[in-house]
Every structure is written in structure tokens, then in C-alpha cells.
């Protein structure tokens, strides 16, 4: 084989390599915009779990999957119903703004408590931090993929 | 610089940069310059670039028009625009490579062979690609007039059955004055266009139950009516036409875009039945359509005379192999005549799978998987029914043309002579095809009009509606 050949046939495979490069940009391309799409597409941001609540409602143990807003409270008409004796109807409010958690008490009789202190307007909450709202304790996880 | 932009600005147009689709097609460029390169040194006998001028003018007419999307800032898909550029871009290689004297026309005085003559196709279907994603704005034109497509079309097709000239035994091609075409590639769309109508208006009544036979549940019988139509329409095609390929992607698509919109597997399943039933009877009685899948069966029963494209064919997958020959190294012509006639159309999928090899084969495959997830995903983030039926539907064109010729080459289904969508040489399938993408790309467009709001026409359904109620 002399060199001319030898060269033909690596130009011959360098043009089917630089399809398949062509190829596999495109193919990135796709897997970036669907994991994206994935990704935003009517996923809980997070979660709250319930760690103990006396009256069982809500059932100690389950799993609330959060909105970017989520009004706490007795009242049938909130996002997370908490039917507890000592809670009241509008108690507290969840959010997620920007990249962050906050909780804010709406005037409730026996105020909300984040990591056994008391929400006097808001406060930011990370994961893993323990709300109580009346009996009810829980806490704040990320989102299960 | 700043001038411009004020003047831009004040016209309401705010350019926005690609990057996505830049990158692309700069990918794409590398790699046809590097298959031209390999052509050239090829048929040169020594390292060489050979004459750039074709590739040169066909990536100056994409880059422009990626120029016109970035100017105009619009938002539209950043992938599909270079997956066309690379099918393109292997039609001209491969149109570069082929006999020049496969198809030589002349235009405006001077006689083109088939290379420039593909490229000039090309720059026109890619000019008319832009300007339709461009100036696309908003789908009343279409939605509004269902019907009248409808009529269009029909009237296209019976034109042809009454003025058309009878080309290699189909009756294909339509001629007026210096112009010929064939409409039947633009009936394809409008066929898409009427259907989407029809299924987005009525999907609710389609997907309802009134009549039942045994086990097959069936819709108001009246709306099965369209359907009925489509199929006689599928069948005349066969019979007058002698165009299987467009028959079967017409019925093909039609099948899909009602179970896309009804969800529905038992209208599959009466179209399939539908479709066997009527094939059995156009193969008793019909000689060209027997031969068809006769050769298909065993092309080895008529080496030299029927089967001779197909052998041909396989022979040529055959000596590519997984690497293939090299461009330039295969055997598309043996002396003065091509080894596979209609090499140039219905078969290049066999001539580049023969010089790129099963390599190769697989990517122009990817290349519709990619053209056929884009439009999908179109589809599935449209703003409504009409419009996401309508991008499947588009989609499904191009895809299912390709799987059918495809096939075809590979002898997994009968031949039907079909194009390859965008990469077989002719006018009038590249600017169909190129129409398909532009309104694809204009549907996928995130700064177009929202759709009208649903209104209440189509006052004769109603007691029909009431008394399914009841």
C-alpha cells in the first residue's frame, strides 16, 4: 500500500467520523433539551414529611409533595390540609422564591415554629428543617427523582 | 453598526444569536468538506479539495439563511435547519459523483447537469424554507380553509389524471408551458392540512362510541365518511396514477395522524384490515401492482428484467459492506450506463450506502430519527390540537417517505418509486419537502400568534351531539 492510498482511506473515514461528530452534537443537543424538559416538566419542587402528628391527620410518615406556593392550614380550601385541634384555618403560608424555601405565619393562634422557633413574620428554611404547625411536625425534603 | 440596529429595532425586529444551530452547521460543514475532499482525491489520483464552487454556493445559501433566522430573531428550533443541511449537503455530494448525464436540463440558455442542477434546487428549496419559517405567522390561512384545500388538491390530482404525461409507465407529471412538476408531492401537504382540520374539530365525536360491530367499537358513522374517501382516494391513485409509493404514504399517514388524535388502536386495526383487503384485490386485478410484489418476493425470478433494479440494488449494499467503498470507489455505472437505474431518485439510499457503507446508512437513518424527534416534540409543545396534529402530521410525511423508500432499497417491503426526502435529485420533491420543514420550523416558533379562540361554528353537528347525550 503506498502512501497515497493509505491517506485516501483515512480521508474516506475521517468524512464518515465527522458525520457521526455532527451526529453526536445533535444528539447532545436532544438529551440536554429533553432532561430540561424532564426536569421542569410538573414535578414537585419538594416535599414535606410528616413526622409526627397526634391526631393522625395527616398521617405521620406521609410524604406532601410541594408547589411553588402552598397555604398551610385547617381550612378545606389550603394546599396542605392540617386537621389538627390546635392549628387554625390560615396558618401558615410555604413558598419557593428564587432558590429558596420560606415559611410565613398568616396570624395563626398558636403560631408556627421552624426548628422549635417562632415564626414572628418569615423566615428562609432549608432541607431538613422541621416545621410545626399545631401538633403537627414535618419536614422539609427535596423532591424524590 | 448602531444605525442598523436602531433602524431594526425600530421595525420591531430584535436580533438573537443561534448559538445551537451555529455550532451545528459549522459540524455539518466540516464534515461535507471532508466527503468533498474525499471525492476529489478519488477520482484526482492524489490529495486534492477539487473544485469547491457547488459546495461553496450551497453552504453560503444555509449560512444565509441562518443569517435571516438570527436577524429576524426568531425563535425557532436550532436543530432541524442542520440536519436538512447535512441530507442536502450527501445529495450533492452524491448528485456530484453520479453521471453528470443522468439529468441534464437547460435553464435560462445553458444546459446544467445533475450536480449544479440539484444545487440549484437546493438553493431554491432552502430560500423557500426560510421564507416560509420567516413569514409564517399565524395558521388562519390554513385552519380556516380546510376545505377548500381539500378541493385543491383533488382538483391538482385530477388535472394530472386528464393532462399529465405518462413518465417510465406512471402518470406522474404535470406540464405547463416551460414548467413541469408533480403534484402529487404537494398533495402530500395538503393532504396533512386538510386532516388536521378535520381530526382537530372533530377528535371529541371520533373518539365517541355510537355504533358497534361485535367487538369494534365504532364512531358516529357519518365521520367515518372522510376516511372512507381517503381510502378510494389511496385506491384511485394505484389505479390511475400507477404511484404506489404516494399511495401508500398518503393512506400511511392518515392512518397514523388519526390514531395520534383519537388514540384509538381499533381504527388501526380497520384501516390495516382495510389496507390488506384492498391490496389482495389490486394484486388480482391490477398487472403492475403484482409485479411489484412479485419482485419484491424473489427478484431472482427475472434477473435481467424486473428484479434487475433490485439486484442491483443489493448488490451494491452488498460491496459497501460496514465502512463502504470510499466516494467515488463504487459501482454506480458500468460503462456508459448506471448498474441501478433511477439511481439518482429512487435508489440513492442504495448508492450512498454502497460508497459510505452501513456507516453511513445509519446515520442518514439518524438523521430522520433526529428530523422525526424534533417534530414531534413540536408537536407535543404546541399551543393546540390543530397545531400539534398539524407538525405530526409534517413529521410524518417526511418520515414515513423515508421508511418507505428505505425499505424499498433494503427489499424489506415492495419497491415503490418514491423519493428519498431530501436527498434524491428533483425539483419538485426537494421544494415540497423544504415547504414541510419551513412550516414545521414557523409551528415550533415561540413568538408566533396564539391560536383562535374555539369557536362555536358548525351549527349542523349539533343534534347530533344532543342525541348522543341522551
Same mark, same amino acid.
Request: hydrophobic residues 35%; without cysteine.
Given at each position: 500500500m503506498d502512501a497515497f492510498t493509505i491517506s485516501l482511506w483515512i480521508l474516506r473515514i475521517a468524512f464518515v467520523v465527522f458525520i457521526y461528530l455532527f451526529f453526536f452534537f445533535i444528539v447532545r443537543a436532544l438529551w440536554r433539551d429533553l432532561r430540561t424538559t424532564v426536569a421542569g416538566a410538573?414535578?414537585?419542587l419538594a416535599r414535606l414529611v410528616v413526622v409526627a402528628s397526634p391526631e393522625g391527620r395527616p398521617q405521620p410518615g406521609a410524604s406532601i409533595p410541594l408547589d411553588a406556593v402552598n397555604t398551610i392550614g385547617?381550612?378545606?380550601?389550603?394546599?396542605?390540609?392540617?386537621?389538627?385541634?390546635?392549628?387554625?384555618?390560615?396558618h401558615a403560608v410555604l413558598t419557593f422564591r428564587g432558590r429558596a424555601w420560606f415559611v410565613e405565619d398568616r396570624?395563626?393562634?398558636?403560631g408556627t415554629w421552624l426548628n422549635g422557633q417562632r415564626v414572628e413574620s418569615y423566615l428562609p428554611l432549608g432541607y431538613g428543617d422541621e416545621l410545626q404547625v399545631g401538633q403537627v411536625r414535618m419536614r422539609l425534603e427535596r423532591a424524590q427523582v | 453598526m448602531a444605525v442598523v440596529a436602531r433602524s431594526l429595532n425600530r421595525a420591531g425586529i430584535r436580533p438573537r444569536l443561534r448559538p445551537r444551530e451555529m455550532l451545528l452547521l459549522a459540524a455539518a460543514a466540516v464534515a461535507l468538506v471532508a466527503g468533498w475532499a474525499s471525492l476529489n482525491s478519488y477520482r484526482a489520483g492524489r490529495l486534492e479539495l477539487g473544485d469547491l464552487t457547488l459546495l461553496t454556493i450551497y453552504l453560503a445559501a444555509i449560512a444565509s439563511v441562518h443569517a435571516a433566522f438570527v436577524i429576524t430573531g426568531r425563535r425557532m428550533d436550532q436543530v432541524l435547519l442542520p440536519a436538512v443541511t447535512m441530507l442536502g449537503g450527501l445529495s450533492l455530494l452524491l448528485m456530484e459523483r453520479l453521471?453528470?448525464?443522468l439529468a441534464a436540463q437547460s435553464f435560462m440558455g445553458t444546459l446544467l447537469p445533475l450536480a449544479p442542477l440539484q444545487l440549484l434546487w437546493l438553493v431554491l428549496s432552502f430560500a423557500l424554507l426560510g421564507t416560509i419559517a420567516i413569514v409564517v405567522r399565524n395558521d388562519g390561512w390554513l385552519r380556516r380553509y380546510k376545505y377548500s384545500w381539500a378541493v385543491l388538491g383533488i382538483a391538482m390530482l385530477l388535472l394530472v389524471f386528464l393532462f399529465g404525461d405518462v413518465i417510465g409507465g406512471q402518470r406522474l407529471t404535470l406540464r405547463i408551458g416551460p414548467l413541469a412538476g408533480q403534484p402529487s408531492e404537494l398533495l402530500k401537504v395538503i393532504l396533512v392540512v386538510f386532516l388536521a382540520g378535520y381530526l382537530a374539530e372533530n377528535r371529541a365525536l371520533l373518539t365517541?362510541?355510537?355504533?358497534?360491530i361485535g367487538p369494534i367499537k365504532l364512531p358516529?358513522?357519518?365521520?367515518l365518511l372522510p376516511m372512507v374517501v381517503m381510502w378510494g382516494l389511496a385506491l384511485a391513485i394505484v389505479i390511475v396514477q400507477r404511484d404506489l409509493g404516494a399511495a401508500l404514504l398518503f393512506f400511511l399517514v392518515f392512518l397514523a395522524m388519526l390514531y395520534v388524535a383519537t388514540q384509538r388502536a381499533s381504527y388501526v386495526v380497520l384501516g390495516v384490515l382495510l389496507f390488506v383487503a384492498g391490496g389482495l384485490v389490486l394484486y388480482e386485478l391490477f398487472p403492475h401492482v403484482r409485479v411489484r410484489v412479485d419482485i419484491w418476493l424473489d427478484?431472482?425470478?427475472d434477473p435481467l428484467g424486473a428484479g434487475y433494479q433490485i439486484i442491483r440494488a443489493l448488490f451494491a449494499f452488498g460491496r459497501g459492506g *460496514?465502512?463502504?467503498?470510499?466516494l467515488g470507489a463504487?459501482?454506480?455505472?458500468?460503462g456508459g450506463t448506471p448498474?441501478?437505474?433511477?439511481i439518482h431518485t429512487d435508489f440513492v439510499f442504495a448508492a450512498l450506502a454502497e460508497e459510505l457503507g452501513m456507516l453511513g446508512g445509519l446515520a442518514i437513518l439518524g438523521l430522520y430519527a433526529v428530523i422525526a424527534e424534533r417534530g414531534f416534540r413540536i408537536a407535543a409543545t404546541a399551543a393546540d390540537d390543530y397545531r400539534a396534529l398539524l407538525a405530526t402530521g409534517l413529521t410524518l410525511v417526511i418520515v414515513i417517505q423515508a421508511a418507505i423508500i428505505i425499505g424499498g432499497n433494503l427489499r424489506l417491503v415492495p419497491l415503490t418509486g418514491i423519493t428519498l426526502p431530501?436527498?434524491?435529485?428533483?425539483g419538485s420533491s426537494l421544494l415540497v419537502n423544504a415547504i414541510v420543514v419551513g412550516m414545521l420550523l414557523a409551528l415550533s416558533d415561540r413568538g408566533v400568534e396564539p391560536p383562535p379562540l374555539p369557536g362555536t361554528?358548525? *351549527?349542523?353537528?349539533r343534534p347530533l351531539r344532543r342525541a348522543e347525550q341522551a
Open positions: 410538573g414535578r414537585a385547617r381550612d378545606v380550601n389550603n394546599s396542605i390540609i392540617i386537621d389538627d385541634s390546635f392549628a387554625s384555618s390560615e396570624g395563626s393562634t398558636n | 453521471p453528470q448525464t365517541g362510541v355510537s355504533t358497534r358516529p358513522l357519518p365521520y427478484p431472482f425470478a *460496514v465502512l463502504g467503498t470510499g463504487g459501482l454506480p455505472q458500468v448498474s441501478i437505474p433511477a431530501l436527498v434524491s435529485y428533483g361554528r358548525r *351549527v349542523w353537528l
